[in-house]
Nanobody
Framework: QVQLVESGGGLVQTGGSLRVSCVAS????????LAWFRQAPGKEREFVAG????????IYADSVTGRFTFSSDNVRNTVYLQMTSLKPEDTAVYFC??????????????????WGPGTQVTVSS
């Protein structure tokens, strides 16, 4: 069982930066994948970025490539999403997700086993 708790959301102006964090508790296998998803009002939840817990590089959605950076701290069991050059269309609830074991990094919501409650990110124009 894995528990995920996000933090760090808030209100930021267009062009600003924000970092959200996700602390994972419980047993995280080295082959696990962790990811960030987001869901804007009236829209489906979409993949933002993700990485296998101990292997490989992070992957990103096209809409955030070059602006967002996924990082992890294996000692603190924490993953981060550094967001820069924020746009109003980045406004959403950001969710952390974990999959117990995977070969690659899934980008679909149904592939993930655990979810955090989410943190709101609002970008004002």
């Amino acid at each position: 069982q894995v528990q995920l708790v996000e933090s760090g959301g808030g209100l930021v102006q267009t062009g600003g930066s924000l970092r959200v964090s996700c602390v994972a508790s419980g047993r995280i296998f080295s082959t696990a994948s962790l990811a960030w998803f987001r869901q804007a009002p009236g829209k489906e939840r979409e993949f933002v970025a993700g990485k296998r817990w101990r292997y490989g590089n992070a992957i990103y959605a096209d809409s955030v490539t070059g602006r967002f950076t996924f990082s992890s701290d294996n000692v603190r069991n924490t993953v981060y999403l550094q967001m820069t050059s924020l746009k109003p269309e980045d406004t959403a609830v950001y969710f952390c997700a974990a999959k117990s074991s995977s070969v690659g990094v899934p980008t679909t919501t149904g592939a993930y086993d655990y979810w955090g409650p989410g943190t709101q990110v609002t970008v004002s124009s």
